[in-house]
């Protein structure tokens, strides 16, 4: 089982990132995802979930609006769209399954700064 995220990086105030998490050797279709984030000296924050039939989602009020998670089952693979991005959202963001069990991908760096 793997969860691989990317798109993580430096990015300007103001600016927008996609994250994507790559699954496998799992049955994608019929987990639901989340993404979360943690930031130094924080606990960890549920920001973006998606079910796994008919894809309803919901977010943190800290990215509603700005935020938007989405799926592609056929690729296996889960995004999180950010726009509008503040030095706030600087964590590291990682990718979640949620079924029987929970599988975590390793996390990617996001840093908001001029």
């Known amino acids: 089982v793997q969860l691989v995220e990317s798109g993580g990086g430096l990015v300007q105030p103001g600016g927008s990132l996609r994250l994507s998490c790559a699954a496998s050797g799992f049955t994608f279709s019929s987990y639901v995802m989340r993404w979360y984030r943690q930031a130094p000296g924080k606990e960890r924050e549920l920001v973006a979930h998606?079910?796994?039939?008919?894809?309803?989602?919901d977010y943190s009020d800290s990215v509603k609006g700005r935020f938007t998670i989405s799926r592609d089952n056929a690729k296996n693979t889960v995004y999180l769209q950010m726009n509008s991005l503040t030095p706030e959202d600087t964590a590291v963001y990682y990718c979640n399954a949620v079924f029987r069990v929970n599988y975590w991908g390793r996390g990617t760096q996001v840093t908001v700064s001029s």
């Open positions: 998606i079910t796994s039939v008919g894809g309803r989602t």
